[in-house]
């Protein structure tokens, strides 16, 4: 039932992206994912070549199924992206920022390429540009997007860039969010949140125990983010901020801005030997709305599966739904 076109293009069984992680990275959690007939996503965002390197080298013992490696333009790093073609993966996906000649180099290495936008502007830039699949992600997202939510968006963008699938991300985190992400004309979802709560995912113990029990309003917005993270450094670059689980870091910085702008300087450096380090979780915690729908620690190949199931029994109930 759930095959869509955006499957047959991507050689995938079911229409299922997981998200990419960026530094959180883990080639367990993509290789699951694409052996579960999923797209697993590899991250490169403050990674280096080495780990890019492995990370590839990994999925590809793990399955000879599709897989794709993320770069973000926040920042872009002109060197990993020429590793990344190098390594010749099934798919190339970007977020951000408008993908301009990537796409093209993308195609030249042999990869599909998928753009993972916020707004209508950026989707028909991208589609102009060569997008082989477009991502129409709402605020309720984990990691960094817009402002517009995902059911006003999505529509939209599947209008705007017709014939290229759109996938639908934001608030998705269970077999009704896929049935809902169809019937609103995308042909499939890029899931992050629920699998941050994957047995594979890699994050430290303490953020899969607080997604599990978060609920929806604890997943926020962290306004001042644009003063302390890695600027964007390619042109085209879009106007974002990250939801995360309160902390209190970013409580604070949320408060008191001004004193963030004060401390930018230190905070930014602070902010990154976090992340290189491991605890980055400890002051702003990635994390989407959908936190409030995953209460437990699975198997990625189980969340797949599952999703796939609860979403043929929606669209089956759906079609019950007396009609006069
Ligand atoms: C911890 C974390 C890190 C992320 N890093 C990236 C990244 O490097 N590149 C990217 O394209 N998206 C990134 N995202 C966004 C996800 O790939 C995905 O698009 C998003 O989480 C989907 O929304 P959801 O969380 O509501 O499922 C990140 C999200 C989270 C939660």
Redesign the pocket.
Known sequence: VLRTPFCDRFALEHPIVQ????P?SSAELSAAVSAAGGLG?I?T?LRSARALRDDVARVRSLTSAPFAV?H?VRPFDEELFDVTLELTPPVV?L??GDPGDLVARAHEAGALFVQ?VHSVPAAVRAAEAGADAI?A?GA?????GGSVAALPLVPQVVDAVAPVPVLA?????DGRGLAAALVLGAQGV?????F?AAAEAGIPAAWQERIASASSDDAVKVDFAPLVFPPANRPGAYDVRPRALTTPFVEAGNADPAAVERGAAQLATELVSAVRAGRAHELVP?????AGLVRDVRPAAVIVRSMVEEAERAIAAAGRIPAR
């Open positions: 998200g990419s992680f960026g959180w996503s991250g965002a993320n973000t996906s977020a951000l993972q991502i992600q309720e997202a984990g990691g960094f991300a934001g608030g998705i985190a890029n899931v992050g949140t629920r941050l990635f994390t989407g709305q959908s």
